[in-house]
């Protein structure tokens, strides 16, 4: 078996993991560039790295049994519970039969009209902004994308408490992401108030996602959401159903998972396409077919749009990357991965690999044509994973982005602020360092 190439920046660890921890993206970049698609490095301990298309197979397919999640997931356990993201084993096979129901095709047509009417309203929002100073997309997509969320699990929700969220889903990403990155600063964090800001944020969203499931369970009602999918999934098996802590964990995680995802590659794509006029004037094209937002019907008879969606996808995946820790010895791509050994799968460098793509660096929706599409191996663009963990909101996710943007980019253009510089700062999701501002024509 071929020895993995070793990414060596010091004798010292820790000045790796420093390095990481500043720009995690330039660092596996320097990597890929020096040692090839797959290498190991020591980050306080040693991680196995890849962007090989055959090691997301072999991991997330082919030998998916052999591996657990990685220290990524565990990091999110204190605030997702253990909900789909995070479960593992015969507990998250049974959760998610129990939740699946939730995105079949005839739900998410139903949840496509609440899209509609949220969108509809966010444009009118938008108007506001029209020949005025340039503003934060990011913030605007984060809003327009947790009122949906919100709207589609919960159904009403005091705007005093969608400001709270969005503020606090802020702070713990940061906090999460600071810990596992920078363990050096565990220290000082116990005594500067970041874990105690920490548990108070955690405490409030408990109280809320409880208050909302016994206030459902007292009312006798049945609105049509997800909170009432998940209080009525029955295992078909055992005929029991999740009590309020599953409930809590579940709802969390597809709020959590299920906007800020969408969000982030929504700002990106349109900060891409203020770039990009001639790919703009195509949607707009397609967009004849509607006349404020797109029906479901209408979205579907717009394949461009699609494209577009989709290689924002690929140069921007907000799941940029994922963990897994081997549980038994094997051998992957002729590379011998012992038991214990944490694989770090590069989404961002796997969508990005010269060796996958042509001109991997350019944004060209020709990449998603039926052609392309039909002649790419299927491991060579994963932004929502694949095998059995594959995102189970993948379609819901997909809609949602179509029909924003179709709606956005019908209404107005979007124009790059240039004092504004803006660059890309990975968190749990691919953020960008400090917003992406866009002037609204």
Not at 8 to 36: N, Y
Not at 208 to 231: T, V
């Amino acid at each position: 078996m071929r020895p993995i190439p070793e990414f060596r920046i010091s004798s010292f660890s820790l000045v790796g993991a420093i390095k990481f921890a500043r720009d995690p993206l330039h660092f596996l970049h320097q990597g890929f560039e020096t040692c090839g698609d797959t290498f190991k490095i020591k980050l306080f301990r040693e991680f196995v790295i890849s962007r090989e298309p055959g090691f997301f197979r072999h991991i997330l397919q082919q030998h998916n049994k052999n591996f657990k999640k990685g220290s990524s997931s565990k990091m999110l356990q204190p605030v997702l519970g253990n909900g789909l993201v995070t479960s593992e084993g015969d507990f998250w096979l049974r959760q998610r039969r129990l939740v699946q129901p939730a995105f079949h095709r005839e739900r998410l047509q139903e949840l496509f009209l609440t899209m509609g009417e949220l969108t509809r309203s966010f444009l009118d929002e938008m108007e506001q902004h029209r020949g005025k100073e340039a503003i934060d997309i990011d913030a605007k997509m984060m809003g327009v994308t947790s009122d949906i969320a919100l709207k589609t699990l919960f159904g009403n929700m005091t705007s005093e408490d969608k400001a709270q969220i969005y503020k606090q889903v802020s702070r713990t990403q940061k906090y999460l992401v600071t810990r596992v990155r920078r363990p050096y600063r565990r220290p000082l964090m116990a005594i500067n108030g970041e874990n105690r800001h920490f548990k108070t944020d955690i405490t409030y969203f408990n109280k809320l996602i409880f208050d909302f499931i016994e206030q459902r369970r007292l009312s006798g009602e049945a609105p049509n959401d997800l909170l009432q999918l998940l209080l009525d999934s029955t295992d078909e098996d055992t005929g029991e159903q999740m009590n309020d802590l599953q409930i809590r964990d579940e709802a969390i995680t597809m709020f959590a998972a299920g906007h800020e995802t969408s969000a982030t590659a929504l700002s990106w794509l349109l900060w891409e396409l203020s770039k990009q006029p001639e790919i703009v004037a195509r949607i707009r094209q397609e967009c004849a077919v509607f006349e404020t937002v797109p029906s479901f019907e209408q979205l579907m008879r717009m394949p461009y749009t699609r494209q577009v969606v989709e290689e924002g996808l690929r140069l921007y995946p907000p799941a940029w990357t994922m963990t897994r820790e081997a549980t038994v010895d094997q051998e992957i791509e002729g590379y011998h991965v012992p038991k214990g050994t944490s694989v770090f799968l590069s989404v961002f460098e796997l969508h990005r690999n010269p060796h996958l793509w042509e001109n991997p660096f350019v944004f060209n929706p020709g990449n998603f044509s039926a052609e392309h599409v039909k002649n790419r191996a299927k491991f060579n663009y994963l932004p929502f994973g694949a095998g059995p963990r594959i995102c189970i909101g993948l379609q819901f996710a997909m809609m949602e982005m179509q029909l924003i943007l179709s709606a956005l980019l019908k209404r107005f253009t979007f124009e790059n602020d240039p004092a504004h510089e803006v660059g890309m700062h990975p968190q749990i999701v691919l953020k960008s360092t400090n917003g992406i501002k866009l002037y609204v024509k």
